[in-house]
């Protein structure tokens, strides 16, 4: 009985960690594909990077800053995240509503891997 209830602890814990690599691996790919959409999106015109891109917009630190929604909130509505936190860069940053559902979890996994060290 005991044994029976070790070996059931041991294929536990071994499932959580290949389910925890597993997320780990997914979150890189999403990370990556957001990239590759923030490079095709353009949006280094308005913001920065490590310092690549315009500097008077820059998002190092944006996943400590904001929170996922926050993130998904100013991709997909711009103009009401503007008047909410009342900002006041110019220009406007633009709606990216009808980006496909895929590329907006993708910068928003990207966005939220920009943490402040």
């Given at each position: ?41 353009k949006c280094n015109v ?37 008047k909410k936190t009342n900002?006041k860069r110019k220009p ?26």
């Amino acid at each position: 009985m005991r044994i029976r209830r070790i070996g059931t602890m041991c294929a536990v814990v071994v499932a959580g960690l290949l389910s925890a690599k597993a997320a780990n691996g997914q979150d890189k790919a999403q990370i990556e594909h957001g990239i590759k959409v923030y490079a095709a999106q353009k949006c280094n015109v308005c913001h920065a990077i490590e310092g690549k891109g315009k500097k008077t917009g820059p998002l190092d630190g944006v996943g400590t800053k904001l929170t996922g929604d926050e993130i998904r909130q100013w991709l997909v509505n711009a103009p009401e995240m503007t008047k909410k936190t009342n900002a006041k860069r110019k220009p406007v940053m633009k709606n990216y509503a009808k980006l496909p559902k895929e590329e907006i979890d993708a910068l928003v996994a990207y966005m939220q891997s920009l943490k402040k060290s």
